[in-house]
């Protein structure tokens, strides 16, 4: 298994350019997350989904969106980069159901500059 | 909201001592609580986690974390520390109800020779 994979590891972006960052699990857990990374701010939930169609927002989902048409692919976008969305962007995927699962599984993170 | 508060930014301790990481929470009902830890330039791995049950949970790498209702906190703890065990550690909540995820700030530990 790879696990969680993002891509791509870094990308810098001029101001009001657009992407998608990308993440895939092959461990056919139903949730997924984004969150970014600040320093000195921990981890901030950007979206999540419980399953293929179901999308839902966190805590700061302000100038990004997601979709999910599969289990296994849960892409970000950015429509219009600003600086503020410079950050470490991290994508997770969690087991649902039972009492050992929620724990949840990581990717190696996208690092991105927005100037 | 659930919340999660980490009130030591950074933890100095003795290779050999024994360390404690602090965690308190908020979350309206039966709270699920995690520790993750992140080594540098990696993604965060999950060390333990309390659902249900006793009140102290054993997890990775000799780690263990005690879940205390009354004071709403779920301390990390470890009887001997490593150098190795440096690295940045997240307490991170989910209420029973819903699936948000809340993380706290993280405290970077340090443990010296």
């Known amino acids: 298994n790879a696990g969680v994979t993002q891509t791509p590891k870094f990308r810098i972006l001029k101001i009001g350019q657009s992407m998608t960052l990308q993440c895939a699990q092959d461990m056919n857990h139903n949730y997924m997350y984004w969150y970014r990374q600040d320093p000195g701010m921990g981890l901030k939930l950007i979206y999540y989904s419980v399953g293929a169609g179901i999308t839902d927002k966190g805590e700061v989902p302000n100038g990004y969106n997601v979709s999910r048409s599969t289990t296994e692919d849960f892409p970000l976008r950015l429509e219009l980069a600003a600086p503020s969305q410079t950050s470490v962007y991290f994508c997770a995927s969690s087991p649902t159901g039972s009492r050992s699962s929620y724990e949840q599984y990581f990717g190696p993170g996208t690092r991105l500059t927005v100037t | 909201a659930q919340s999660v508060a980490q009130p030591e930014d950074q933890v100095n301790v003795a290779e050999g001592n024994p360390l404690t990481v602090k965690c308190t929470y908020s979350?309206?009902?039966?709270?699920?609580l995690f520790w993750y830890v992140q080594y540098p330039n990696r993604g965060l791995q999950f060390l333990l986690k309390y659902i249900t049950g006793d009140n102290l949970v054993k997890g990775s790498y000799g780690f263990e974390a005690e879940f205390n209702k009354s004071q709403t906190s779920f301390h990390l703890k470890k009887p001997s520390a490593l150098v190795s065990d440096s690295a940045l550690y997240f307490c991170a909540v989910k209420g029973y109800n819903n699936n948000d995820m809340r993380f706290g700030a993280g405290t970077r530990l340090t443990v010296k020779p």
């Open positions: 979350v309206s009902g039966n709270p699920y």
